[in-house]
């Protein structure tokens, strides 16, 4: 799959701990990797072991359980391979291996925490924090688009602040929306309370207001031959940005939401919450986290960064 800035995706990768939760994702990546002729890595963790026939046991185990939990024509009809590693940190593992196997795309189940537990993260949380490339979080309770192993995605909602990561979001929902016909969403949101304060308070009579301005900007936000395959629809909201963005995609049927990771501010926010952090807890339907593709290294500089920042932090 590839479009005109050169994005492709090639390789999907599915962390799976062979949950009934987690076959739900590798139903995602599976027909994924089939309508983009892409290969398939499902992914395992596990508690490090002696010896290397210990480890060709857990690669057995591992590939049987697959075959039991999946379709035999399914998996004969997609390129795939299993690989165990490991490990003691399921999300580092998961981003270190697929920065260095150029992994286009992750795809992964999230369970709903209770709000208490929300502020020590999830294993989805922090893969998309920390990974080399776009993340698809799925959830058990939500709208889904996977069924027979067939895709259909209806409507796509991209959250556009204008930021280079919002961009790199709108990439991928338009890669989405032209594969699928679907419809294209582009969200705005204001801070609270900016429309009700008079604009000729703090603008020339001249200027356009925010919402006028944020208007002009998504119209061109959009490339013009989109709209000769999609149907694009915009939209300026006010308030906090994850509640408008749940409640839009609530309320418009939604079916993938695409978010972009603002770097490090994502990271920093974690112990409190940030937009990405609720929208990814409680969407009505599968996120999209896009990240700019990036090598191992700056992944692991990255991650000793946060984890020197969470630690703070906590202390």
């Not at 509640?243 to 418009?252: F, S």
């Not at 993938?256 to 929208?279: E, K, P, W, Y």
Request: aromatic share 8%; hydrophobic share 40%.
């Amino acid at each position: 799959m590839a479009n005109g800035n050169g994005l492709t995706i090639k390789k999907i990768m599915c962390p799976t701990d062979l949950s009934s939760g987690s076959d739900e994702a590798l139903h995602y990546a599976f027909a994924l990797a089939r309508a983009y002729d892409a290969k398939l890595i499902a992914f395992h963790c596990q508690a490090a072991v002696e010896n290397n026939g210990a480890q060709d046991d857990l690669k057995a185990s591992f590939e049987k359980q697959l075959f039991q939990r999946l379709n035999l024509t399914e998996l004969a009809l997609n390129n795939w391979e299993r690989v165990v590693s490991q490990c003691d940190d399921p999300g580092a593992s998961i981003s270190d291996y697929a920065a260095a196997h150029n992994v286009d795309l992750i795809v992964m189940r999230s369970r709903r925490r209770p709000h208490r537990a929300a502020l020590l993260g999830s294993t989805a949380e922090s893969v998309s924090r920390t990974a080399p490339c776009p993340v698809l979080v799925t959830h058990s309770d939500e709208r889904e688009w996977v069924a027979d192993r067939q895709v259909s995605l209806k409507r796509v909602l991209v959250a556009y602040d204008f930021s280079d990561y919002s961009e790199i979001a709108l990439t991928h929902a338009l890669k989405f929306a032209q594969e699928y016909q679907s419809e294209l969403h582009l969200l705005h949101v204001l801070p609270p309370y900016t429309l009700n304060e008079p604009e000729l308070a703090w603008y020339p009579i001249t200027d356009e207001g925010p919402y006028h301005k944020a208007a002009r900007r998504l119209q061109k936000a959009v490339p013009p031959e989109a709209h000769l395959w999609c149907t694009v629809k915009t939209a300026i909201n006010e308030g906090q940005p994850y509640r408008e963005i749940l409640n839009y995609a609530d309320r418009n049927k939604i079916d993938l939401i695409c978010l972009g990771a603002h770097g490090s501010g994502f990271g920093l926010q974690t112990l409190f919450g940030s937009n990405v952090d609720r929208v990814l807890r409680q969407a009505p339907c599968p996120v999209l986290v896009a990240r700019p593709l990036r090598h191992s290294q700056t992944v692991s500089v990255n991650r000793v960064v946060e984890q020197s920042v969470s630690a703070g932090l906590a202390t």
